[in-house]
């Protein structure tokens, strides 16, 4: 099974400010994936990053809000930017190393934009 | 939209089997069917997963019905311990990888 290492785990940021959000991933994986959980609620697919291109995101989420960055096999970051109240959740990376394999998840990072 | 539909909660007694349906009733011939469970604050843990046999591993059983409309995971003997949220999700294969879709899940509390 894939370890994964998110950093931070947990962050209080200024509105209008932006957090880098680190995924590391032990071995290589073939998929990684950015979540978003608000309070209360299930998880949110918010793109596929793809190594070595621009990352694939889901209705609702653009690239200039949550900028994705996947350089190798193993790594890749998520950036919140320009934060609101509102972008306080907590956000997970996944990885998948095969087909019909399953997803394993990082411990996610909490967000609080104050 | 999440294929599966599950009971938004459930009691439990402890060293009681917990017994979790979900219904996939669109579920396409190629699509599995995964277990996982998220514990308080934490990234969701992978617990199982099956095509059409019924499949057990230490942490649980899953049983699938013939026609794959429905399934059950099994906790054989529920501990405090596994009080958590479990999700149980139809695998959607998509042209670029393959995505996990959640729905809302269902709240296990085991009570002692």
């Known amino acids: 099974s894939a370890v994964i290492s998110q950093k931070p785990s947990r962050d209080i940021c200024q509105r209008g400010t932006s957090l880098t959000i680190q995924c590391q991933v032990d071995s290589q994986v073939t998929m990684m994936f950015w979540y978003r959980q608000q309070p209360g609620q299930s998880l949110t697919l918010i793109a596929t990053?793809?190594?070595?291109?621009?990352?694939?995101?889901e209705s609702g989420f653009v690239i200039d809000k949550f900028p994705i960055s996947r350089p190798n096999l193993t790594f890749s970051t998520l950036t919140v930017s320009n934060m609101s109240p509102e972008d306080s959740s907590i956000y997970l990376c996944?990885?998948?190393?095969?087909?019909?394999?399953?997803?394993?998840f990082g411990q996610g990072t909490r967000l609080t934009v104050v | 939209d999440a294929k599966t539909t599950q009971p938004p909660s459930m009691d439990c007694a402890e060293g009681r089997a917990a017994n979790l349906p979900c219904n996939h009733s669109?579920?396409?011939?190629?699509?599995?069917v995964y277990w996982y469970r998220q514990i308080h604050s934490q990234g969701p843990q992978y617990i199982i997963h099956?095509?059409?046999n019924n499949e057990t591993n230490e942490m649980a059983s899953l049983i699938i019905t013939e026609d794959r409309k429905s399934s059950t995971l099994i906790l054989p003997h529920a501990t405090l311990r596994d009080t958590a949220v479990y999700y149980c999700i139809v695998r959607v294969l998509i042209f670029y990888g393959q995505n996990f879709v959640f729905g809302p899940g269902t709240r296990l509390s085991v009570l002692p």
């Open positions: 099956g095509l059409k």
């Open positions: 669109t579920i396409s011939g190629n699509e599995y």
């Open positions: 996944s990885v998948v190393q095969g087909t019909n394999t399953e997803a394993f």
């Open positions: 990053a793809n190594q070595g291109s621009e990352a694939t995101y």
